[in-house]
């Protein structure tokens, strides 16, 4: 199995457990996959840090870097 899909399946049963709201795990999931899995290697920080964009109201599908900066400041 790649290495990373193993990173993919376990990070997705890790926010399933300890995150109670599903739009929570849709979003980091989704962000997860689009950028192959470099979200769940870095801290919990930036997870809280993107957890906390969700819920100021920033709806993402898909994004990149450059687009969640420049989103951030436009605010």
């Known amino acids: 199995m790649n290495?990373?899909?193993?990173?993919?399946?376990?990070g997705t049963v890790n926010l399933f457990i300890q995150s109670p709201c599903l739009l929570?795990?849709?979003f980091l999931f989704t962000l997860a996959f689009v950028e192959k899995c470099n979200w769940f290697i870095l801290t919990n920080g930036?997870?809280?840090f993107l957890v906390l964009i969700v819920k100021a109201g920033y709806f993402f599908i898909f994004l990149?870097?450059?687009?969640?900066?420049m989103?951030?400041?436009a605010r």
Request: hydrophobic share 50%; glycine share 0%; aromatic share 26%.
């Open 46 to 48: 930036l997870y809280i």
């Open 24 to 26: 929570d795990n849709y």
């Open 64 to 69: 990149d870097y450059s687009t969640l900066i």
């Open 3 to 10: 290495i990373q899909w193993k990173f993919i399946i376990q």
């Open 71 to 73: 989103l951030i400041f």
